[in-house]
């Protein structure tokens, strides 16, 4: 079959036209997942800090992440520094909801973490006697000690 100029222009109308109605479909999953993982972390807001812990019963800073993440079947490494070596870097300026955030708090390295939830906050487990909570990820104590963002969904 020969392709005539109505016939390529035929195709050409038909692939543009499919291609606008893309726009019209639902957020790529990557950006749901993302989203879940963040309404998981807002679900647990109250919970008791825990050293170590990783479930409902408490948790400590990557011990929420690993859960919020593993609710949706995503496997993340266990500490923040590992978290953190394994995502892929974002840059502040693209933060999407389920993102991780890092932090230096105590050592020269990365010793925190949370997830980002949108409009500047993240959720995270503080510190023994806090619970877990929103924080700004702009202004104050964690703005002067975050290091970076990555992505693991």
């Avoid at 993302?34 to 170590?52: D, E, P, S």
């Avoid at 590992?82 to 693209?94: F, S």
């Avoid at 980002?116 to 995270?124: N, P, Q, V």
């Amino acid at each position: 079959m020969r392709a005539t100029p109505l016939r390529v222009a035929a195709l050409t109308a038909v692939a543009l036209l499919s291609g606008a109605c893309a726009t019209l479909r639902a957020p790529p999953a990557n950006a749901q997942t993302g989203a879940a993982i963040a309404a998981v972390a807002v679900t647990l807001v109250g919970t008791r800090y825990q050293f170590g812990g990783a479930d409902a019963g408490g948790f400590d800073c990557s011990g929420l992440a690993l859960y919020a993440y593993e609710r949706l079947g995503i496997a993340i490494p266990r500490t923040a520094a590992a978290q953190q070596h394994a995502a892929r870097p974002v840059p502040l300026a693209q933060l999407a909801p389920g993102d991780l955030v890092f932090f230096r708090i105590r050592s020269r390295g990365v010793d925190h973490v949370g997830i980002y939830s949108g409009d500047g906050r993240f959720i995270h487990a503080p510190r023994a006697g806090q619970a877990v909570s929103y924080a700004d990820l702009h202004r104050g104590f964690y703005a002067r000690r975050l290091v970076s963002a990555g992505r693991l969904w």
